[in-house]
T-cell receptor, first 112, second 113 residues
Framework: DSGVTQTPKHLITATGQRVTLRCSPRSGDLSVYWYQQSLDQGLQFLIQYYNGEERAKGNILERFSAQQFPDLHSELNLSSLELGDSALYFC???????????FGPGTRLLVL | QKEVEQDPGPLSVPEGAIVSLNCTYSNSAFQYFMWYRQYSRKGPELLMYTYSSGNKEDGRFTAQVDKSSKYISLFIRDSQPSDSATYLCAMSYSGGSNYKLTFGKGTLLTVNP
């Protein structure tokens, strides 16, 4: 158990819908990262927040957005969902050094 | 050319074998090199990270980075069935407001008892 929690574990929704994924980092960690993992694309870095502020952006679509709240938990919002958004979404956290990241168990999203 | 290339395998070895996993990359700006292990239906777990070129050892695991060849390796000695997982290489650089982190697609390893 890494100490990072993610909810929900599974999510099934329809195209065009909007969903919110939630992540609670390890106690004391200030950075939160979001990743998407699919069979064809592998693990893709989406976005990083540090202490409430956006710090780095990766391959995040404009339909996706994230935020980190004062209690340091983070949410990833996915809107206008498409079939191709079906994937595993991971959250990771670190104290502040990008290299030592601890991953949560993931949320499996299925868009029908 | 992809920024990070990793042979997806699958790789199957007998218990006790030495396993060699490799990645090549094209971006010379990468500074940090990591190896993650991911069990089926679980999140990736950081195994090792190194900065710049050189070797790093941790128990049965050794990570090597050759920046001149843009090649990184992970060696697993005395492999165990519990090592069966997907191994992901990752590399990153950061400077000012720039940060880039890229993962390989992973190599599926099976260690047979």
């Amino acid at each position: 158990d890494s100490g990072v929690t993610q909810t929900p574990k599974h999510l099934i929704t329809a195209t065009g819908q909007r969903v919110t994924l939630r992540c609670s980092p390890r106690s004391g960690d200030l950075s939160v990262y979001w990743y998407q993992q699919s069979l064809d694309q592998g693990l893709q870095f989406l976005i990083q927040y540090y202490n409430g502020e956006e710090r780095a952006k990766g391959n995040i679509l404009e339909r996706f957005s994230a935020q980190q709240f004062p209690d340091l938990h983070s949410e990833l919002n996915l809107s206008s969902l498409e079939l191709g958004d079906s994937a595993l979404y991971f959250c990771a956290s670190s104290v502040g050094t990008e290299e030592t990241q601890y991953f949560g168990p993931g949320t499996r999203l299925l868009v029908l | 050319q992809k920024e990070v290339e990793q042979d997806p395998g699958p790789l199957s070895v007998p218990e006790g074998a030495i396993v060699s996993l490799n990645c090549t990359y094209s971006n010379s700006a990468f500074q940090y090199f990591m190896w993650y292990r991911q069990y089926s239906r679980k999140g990736p777990e950081l195994l090792m990270y190194t900065y710049s070129s050189g070797n790093k050892e941790d128990g049965r695991f050794t990570a090597q980075v050759d920046k001149s060849s843009k090649y990184i390796s992970l060696f697993i000695r005395d492999s165990q069935p519990s090592d069966s997982a997907t191994y992901l290489c990752a590399m990153s650089y950061s400077g000012g407001s720039n940060y880039k982190l890229t993962f390989g697609k992973g190599t599926l390893l099976t260690v047979n008892p």
